[in-house]
């Protein structure tokens, strides 16, 4: 289909019935305390649901507990695959690509101040990595796994932001249009899946064209679980790729929000990366586009880190063309991703609640044979 700026305004209204329902159910019997005590430890696929849940949970659950019956199974373990050859590359594209994505758009920004994330980045980093890794885990959808529980609260999160923000008459709907839209939850599966492959492929990261397909797949299937409209999403890379250019040019701008959320970013990998000599590095890698909106504070790593795909291809050959450092640099990989998120969990799982009101406070690696290597689709809007 082809993206206008009218079919976008279309989807502004929308959000998702299914949760929406459920969460205005549990808010008006206040339920919301008990779902949450009760929920906290259903946290994998199968596991029996505990007694005291109420009604309106239990059908919600019942009919968010399976896949999409058009799931290819073959094309999710390829984009499993693809993530373990890249996790690190792509947890680092999600950091410094996606997320000040995210806050280049004022009314994105706006909204996750409004849920207390600007004083937490940590918290929404780590919910974001531990999301990503519960899916590409090679059961992510059989019993034991902790996808597709986490998937259904996100997704109820999400409606519970809805809820409040209009009930609390804290969004101009009008202005704004509703809070976390159709048209915002398929801007966020462009921002973490099309805009990631960008990313890597501006850091020089060797993908096949199969990989690429995969991984944009698999963030389909996400954005199918969330309750996005399969009706409206993009069905390839290259849909993407318009959806994406006339969603940012859309909406971005300067914001004082986006501003402050980028610099408590940079402020967290400060601490989080031991040392200080790259601490300069975490500013300059968000890169030129969007800086001066997002006030990123200019060094001179900024010309320095340029030469890091050169770094990177060095690896990434390395990887093409022998099966044991690939393996070396795949368990690398593997264990920098799980180190990164343990500090921010600071060694805990994410539990993901509805709020009852929106406080102040609020093994062996496998790769992917090398095949046609991929190349963005080229931009759909000039200038």
């Not at 009604?55 to 390829?78: G, I, N």
Request: proline share 7%; hydrophobic share 40%.
């Amino acid at each position: 289909m082809t993206y206008t700026q009218a079919s976008m305004d279309a989807l502004r209204p929308a959000g998702d019935e299914l949760a929406d329902a459920t969460v205005a159910t549990l808010l008006e019997r206040g339920e919301v305390g008990k779902f949450n005590t009760l929920m906290r430890y259903v946290s994998t696929v199968g596991q029996e649901l505990p007694e005291g849940l109420p009604d309106v949970a239990h059908q919600y659950l019942h009919e968010t507990s399976t896949p999409p019956a058009w799931v290819d199974w073959s094309e999710m373990e390829r984009a499993r695959l693809f993530f373990i050859d890249n996790n690190v590359h792509i947890s680092t594209a999600l950091s410094f690509a996606s997320m000040p994505a995210c806050y280049v758009l004022p009314h994105v920004a706006k909204l996750l101040s409004a849920t207390h994330s600007l004083k937490y980045p940590s918290k929404r980093m780590a919910e974001t990595g531990q999301f990503t890794v519960y899916l590409m885990q090679p059961d992510a959808f059989e019993a034991g796994s902790r996808f597709i529980p986490a998937a259904q609260k996100v997704r109820l999160l999400h409606a519970s932001i809805r809820h409040h923000l209009r009930r609390e008459d804290h969004w101009d709907i009008a202005g704004l249009g509703t809070p976390i839209c159709q048209e915002d939850m398929i801007g966020g599966q462009m921002m973490f899946s099309i805009q990631v492959l960008d990313a890597l492929h501006r850091l020089g990261i060797h993908m096949s064209t199969e990989g690429a397909d995969a991984y944009y797949y698999a963030w389909r299937v996400v954005g199918a679980m969330l309750g996005v409209d399969q009706n409206h999403v993009p069905k390839d890379l290259r849909a993407a790729r318009e959806f994406s250019d006339l969603y940012m040019t859309r909406h971005m701008g300067p914001s004082e929000e986006g501003a402050q959320l980028t610099r408590q970013l940079i402020d967290l990998y400060e601490e989080v990366v031991p040392g200080t000599f790259f601490d300069p590095v975490v500013g300059a890698l968000i890169g030129d586009t969007c800086a001066d909106w997002l006030q990123v504070p200019r060094t001179p790593w900024d010309t320095a880190v340029k030469a890091a795909p050169a770094l990177l291809n060095v690896f990434e050959t390395v990887e093409d063309n022998s099966p044991l450092g690939a393996w070396a640099l795949d368990r690398l990989g593997h264990f920098t991703t799980l180190f990164e998120l343990s500090s921010l969990t600071r060694g805990r799982v994410m539990h993901y609640a509805i709020p009852e009101q929106l406080k102040n406070d609020f093994g062996v690696s496998s790769t992917i044979p090398p095949k046609s290597r991929w190349t963005p689709p080229p931009a759909t809007i000039s200038g």
